[in-house]
């Protein structure tokens, strides 16, 4: 992957929100991409710093992050269980890092998709069981998709602190 190959969203003006929020989502998913540019699947597997996290695990992560709250943001479903989860944060055998960058590029043009149209941004759905969710809670299509553009943004810091201990190169700066 190069950045010619993932170029980030074109402007679209102020006051278009569904354009805002396809901006935002691009712009995050082109760092975290740029951050894992050029790596070899050994590289991307590595886990250099005391966290188990690595480069591969963290493009996984976001891939399933996009199609969990996509789904959310369509029907108030997000499918997946613990396993899924903990798997998401490492590279398994057999994957490489071409496979989970192509897997994550499909769940970002669904997600665009979704944004796209998806009637009524306002509507809500009750969010899962979980320890993080206070009970009750409902979380808006928005609202979701802003969450989206705060996770990915999220781990593509944590992809940049990995990379500059796997081979010293920094995405910014």
Excluded: N
Excluded at 143 to 167: C, K, M, N, P, T
Aim: proline share 6%; net charge negative; aromatic share 4%.
């Amino acid at each position: 992957m190069t950045s010619d190959e993932t170029p980030m969203a074109p402007s679209v003006g102020d006051g278009d929100e569904r354009g805002d929020l396809l901006e935002s989502l691009a712009t995050q998913r082109y760092l975290l991409l740029m951050t894992v540019d050029g790596l070899s699947d050994e590289q991307a597997a590595a886990t250099p710093t005391v966290s188990s996290l690595c480069l591969g695990g963290i493009v996984k992560h976001v891939t399933l992050m996009e199609r969990q709250w996509t789904a959310f943001a369509r029907s108030g479903e997000m499918g997946g269980d613990e396993q899924e989860f903990t798997d998401s944060f490492r590279m398994l055998p057999g994957e490489t890092l071409a496979g989970l960058v192509e897997d994550l590029h499909r769940a970002a043009a669904d997600t665009d998709t979704a944004v796209r149209e998806i009637p009524d941004l306002g509507t809500t759905h009750p969010l899962p069981p979980a320890p993080w969710f206070a009970p009750g809670a409902v979380r808006s299509a928005r609202r979701s998709f802003v969450h989206l553009v705060a996770e990915v943004a999220q781990h593509a810091g944590h992809a940049d602190i990995l990379r500059e201990s796997v081979d010293g190169r920094r995405t910014m700066g």
